[in-house]
């Protein structure tokens, strides 16, 4: 199983940017993904997951209506489209797969997420 993180570097305030995480290794269409965040001094904190087939997302309140997660299950490839950047939002990013179902719960408890890739570097500058 592997998973790679790409699409992270520095932005201001208000800026976008899309991250990329692309798998390999396993049967990309039969998991969940979800990303997550870890800013310095605190705890990684789950953004978003999408479903196996990309028909149920979920966001944490905190980036709700800036941050899109979407798959291309041809590509092997979860996107995150973020948008509206805010300086909070400065971290590193990574992406996860799940073995369970994606749903608010599963990000808020790091649940059933086995494998993780060695993140991507976000920086928004105010």
């Known amino acids: 199983v592997q998973l790679v993180e790409s699409g992270g570097g520095l932005v201001q305030t208000g800026g976008s940017l899309r991250l990329s995480c692309a798998a390999s290794g396993f049967t990309f269409d039969d998991y969940a993904i979800g990303w997550f965040r870890q800013a310095p001094g605190k705890e990684r904190e789950g953004v978003s997951c999408?479903?196996?087939?990309?028909?149920?997302?979920y966001y944490t309140d905190s980036v709700k209506g800036r941050l899109a997660i979407s798959r291309d299950n041809a590509k092997n490839t979860v996107y995150l489209q973020m948008n509206s950047l805010k300086p909070e939002d400065t971290a590193v990013y990574y992406c996860?797969?799940?073995?369970?179902?994606?749903?608010?719960?599963?990000?808020?408890?790091?649940?059933?997420?086995?494998?993780w890739g060695q993140g991507t570097q976000v920086t928004v500058s105010s």
């Open positions: 999408i479903s196996s087939a990309g028909h149920s997302t």
């Open positions: 996860a797969r799940s073995t369970w179902t994606c749903s608010l719960y599963s990000l808020r408890s790091n649940i059933a997420f086995d494998s």
